[in-house]
């Protein structure tokens, strides 16, 4: 991953990375919260997804940037992106267009499936 950016310094410094210097990206759709997906960003990623309209991320796999919807279409605009508390987490929240996930259901979460969680109730 490239060493410069043009991340603003004040938003670079905010940030916690991991070991690769990734933070974790929520992908989030504006207007229902659904949960779309999670991905990885590095200061390049967040740069220009800050700057671009659209949502970047950084592929651990591929180890290259890409732009969500390049290949399928299946775009993200992004509405707004926050910081959470710790710094080391983004929330993106987007107006997505088409599908979320690689496998062609609407959120990553769909294709994963539910794990059968004990339902808590609050007293």
């Known amino acids: 991953?490239?060493?410069n950016t043009s991340l603003d310094p004040d938003i670079s410094?905010?940030?916690?990375?991991?070991?690769?210097?990734?933070?974790?990206?929520?992908?989030?759709q504006h207007d229902t919260g659904e949960?779309?997906?999670v991905g990885?960003?590095?200061?390049?990623a967040?740069?220009?997804t800050l700057t671009t309209g659209r949502?970047?991320?950084?592929?651990?796999?591929?180890?290259?940037?890409w732009r969500k919807g390049d290949t399928s279409g299946h775009t993200q605009h992004v509405k707004s992106v926050a910081l959470d508390c710790d710094g080391d987490a983004v929330l993106v929240r987007v107006d997505?267009?088409?599908?979320?996930c690689h496998t062609g259901t609407r959120t990553c979460f769909e294709a994963g499936g539910d794990l059968g969680a004990v339902v808590g109730e609050r007293p």
């Not at 990885?40 to 390049?44: A, F, G």
Request: one cysteine or more.
């Open 1 to 3: 991953m490239p060493v």
């Open 13 to 28: 410094s905010r940030l916690k990375r991991d070991e690769h210097g990734l933070v974790c990206a929520v992908v989030q």
């Open 35 to 37: 949960v779309l997906m």
């Open 40 to 44: 990885w960003m590095d200061d390049e």
């Open 46 to 48: 967040l740069h220009r």
């Open 55 to 65: 949502a970047w991320f950084w592929s651990r796999s591929r180890e290259e940037y």
């Open 96 to 100: 997505q267009v088409g599908v979320a």
